[in-house]
């Protein structure tokens, strides 16, 4: 009775994949962009002020998104050096409004001048003003309070054949460094290695678009692309880590789980999982990034 239970949720949930998979496929990543929010976990975390809602204070989140703080410009051995924070400004013609579409991407190639950014192509579904800001405005004392290592603006983008990423070109606008060929060591290495367990795995990450880097914990599951690590709005694109090197790139939540809860007044649903890209899956040559987009 029990594995025919199993069988039964974990039917759903290859259902619910196959269904996102669709969409990156159709090049449609608006829904996408609506699966943000707090892991069902983070619930004990919160305060309950009525059935099925909870608020978040300022504490509590910084204890839910721990910052990843920046220590020395000579150590570069933490992954948070080089993950950076993406803003996509875009012009809404039709509301003569302004749209800004934030995420996190990882540097997978430095040459000094220009980089290239793996990340979330669900970000790009609009193309504007990108630029691409490397570091953290959180930073120790140590560093006079240097808030990021260098900005860039996106020069070219290529999408992923059939999955929710690209490769971003950016080109270096500035940088804080006093020597900006030590930028050329900025870059994170991926593995491609298929994960055959459950294995513990890091998200750096920008949660609702601020410029404050986080470092969450949790834990892959084996069987389908999901893991257990809270993520929002901003954490689109960001890389999954193991070792010191990425093996996945976090796409969007899986299946709501009921009640939601408020931070500084937005409403935000609870889910279960959320889901990913592996590298296992991509050509390490980069080699199906086929689709230029910019």
Same mark, same amino acid.
């Given at each position: 009775?029990?594995?025919?239970?199993?069988?039964?949720?974990?039917?759903?949930?290859?259902?619910?994949?196959?269904?996102?998979?669709?969409?990156?496929?159709?090049?449609?990543?608006?829904?996408?962009?609506?699966?943000?929010?707090?892991?069902?976990?983070?619930?004990?975390?919160?305060?309950?002020?009525?059935?099925?809602?909870?608020?978040?204070?300022?504490?509590?989140?910084?204890?839910?998104? *721990?910052?990843?703080?920046?220590?020395?410009?000579?150590?570069?051995?933490?992954?948070?050096?080089?993950?950076?924070?993406?803003?996509?400004?875009?012009?809404?013609?039709?509301?003569?409004?302004?749209?800004?579409?934030?995420?996190?991407?990882?540097?997978?190639?430095?040459?000094?001048?220009?980089?290239?950014?793996?990340?979330?192509?669900?970000?790009?579904?609009?193309?504007?003003?990108?630029?691409?800001?490397?570091?953290?405005?959180?930073?120790?004392?140590?560093?006079?309070?240097?808030?990021?290592?260098?900005?860039?603006?996106?020069?070219?983008?290529?999408?992923?054949?059939?999955?929710?990423?690209?490769?971003?070109?950016?080109?270096?606008?500035?940088?804080?460094?006093?020597?900006?060929?030590?930028?050329?060591?900025?870059?994170?290495?991926?593995?491609?290695?298929?994960?055959?367990?459950?294995?513990?795995?890091?998200?750096?990450?920008?949660?609702?678009?601020?410029?404050?880097?986080?470092?969450?914990?949790?834990?892959?599951?084996?069987?389908?692309?999901?893991?257990?690590? *809270?993520?929002?709005?901003?954490?689109?694109?960001? *890389?999954?880590?193991?070792?010191?090197?990425?093996?996945?790139?976090?796409?969007?939540?899986?299946?709501?789980?009921?009640?939601?809860?408020?931070?500084?007044?937005?409403?935000?649903?609870?889910?279960?999982?959320?889901?990913?890209?592996?590298?296992?899956?991509?050509?390490?040559?980069?080699?199906?990034?086929?689709?230029?987009?910019?």
């Amino acid at each position: 009775m029990k594995n025919k239970a199993f069988k039964i949720v974990y039917g759903f949930l290859l259902f619910f994949i196959l269904s996102q998979l669709a969409i990156c496929s159709d090049n449609n990543f608006d829904e996408l962009m609506e699966l943000e929010g707090f892991l069902d976990k983070n619930k004990s975390q919160m305060t309950m002020v009525g059935k099925g809602k909870y608020t978040v204070e300022d504490d509590q989140f910084d204890k839910i998104f *721990p910052f990843s703080t920046m220590v020395s410009e000579e150590d570069i051995s933490q992954p948070n050096y080089f993950v950076g924070y993406i803003k996509n400004v875009c012009d809404d013609i039709l509301s003569s409004n302004i749209k800004i579409k934030s995420g996190t991407g990882t540097i997978i190639k430095n040459n000094v001048d220009e980089v290239w950014v793996l990340t979330a192509a669900h970000l790009f579904n609009e193309i504007g003003d990108i630029t691409f800001t490397l570091g953290s405005s959180r930073v120790t004392s140590g560093l006079n309070q240097i808030n990021h290592i260098a900005e860039y603006k996106a020069s070219a983008i290529f999408q992923h054949d059939t999955e929710d990423l690209v490769v971003v070109n950016f080109s270096l606008l500035s940088t804080t460094l006093k020597d900006k060929s030590k930028l050329k060591n900025y870059f994170m290495q991926r593995s491609h290695d298929s994960i055959l367990s459950k294995k513990k795995a890091s998200l750096v990450h920008y949660p609702f678009a601020v410029k404050d880097q986080r470092i969450n914990t949790g834990f892959i599951l084996e069987t389908f692309d999901l893991y257990t690590i *809270p993520s929002l709005g901003g954490s689109s694109g960001a *890389p999954l880590i193991i070792n010191e090197k990425i093996i996945g790139i976090h796409s969007g939540a899986v299946a709501k789980k009921g009640g939601n809860t408020e931070y500084k007044g937005k409403i935000l649903d609870f889910y279960t999982h959320n889901s990913f890209v592996r590298l296992s899956d991509i050509k390490e040559d980069l080699s199906e990034f086929n689709k230029k987009i910019l």
